[in-house]
């Protein structure tokens, strides 16, 4: 009798751990799943330094004979500081990255910030620009300037018609296209 109790508690025993190792297998599974539906989603990181609450808009493209729209736009709020801050842009999942726009929107009294590098990553794959190479990559119209060494960008308001006008934005050029389709 004993035998046949001891024989039962040793199978009873591998069936345990067959069942504890079955869940662990099936947990596995779900992480593996889960990392999947996080993966195929376009991040774009700004660094730099924001001394007054503002708000930046990122406008981007999927396709290069697309307009930019409010359909594929972005707003973040950023909280002034004189320290160095990342903002990150996440675009919803599947959705490609051909061009894109940043829009800053600054108090009157901020007519510039420091960006000190840009990164677009998709899954693992990552660019980091820094402003060494922002004339290469970046390109802003007549109401913005980049400074191409420190990353400062500065806004310029100009009389248009009697009115002040303030519109500043800096967009990817085609290299920068050309990259991020190489990721």
Do not use: H, W
């Amino acid at each position: 009798m004993k035998k046949i109790s001891l024989i039962l508690f040793v199978v009873f025993m591998c069936c345990k751990n067959e069942t504890k190792d079955a869940v662990t297998i099936e947990e596995a599974n779900t992480v593996l799943t889960e990392n999947l539906e996080e993966e195929n989603k376009y991040k774009i990181e700004l660094n730099g330094v924001f001394t007054t609450n503002s708000t930046l808009v990122l406008n981007y493209l999927s396709k290069v004979e697309e307009r930019f729209t409010n359909s594929k736009k972005i707003t973040k709020q950023v909280n002034g500081s004189l320290e160095p801050q990342t903002v990150i842009f996440e675009l919803p999942k599947n959705d490609d990255l051909e061009k894109f726009r940043i829009k800053p929107i600054l108090k009157e009294e901020q007519l510039s910030f420091q960006l000190d590098s840009i990164s677009i990553s998709i899954n693992n794959n990552k660019i980091n620009i820094l402003p060494n190479e922002y004339k290469m990559y970046l390109r802003n119209n007549v109401y913005s300037k980049i400074d191409n060494e420190t990353g400062v960008i500065t806004l310029i308001t100009q009389e248009v018609k009697g009115k002040t006008v303030l519109n500043p934005f800096i967009l990817s050029t085609p290299k920068l296209s050309e990259a991020i389709f190489n990721l």
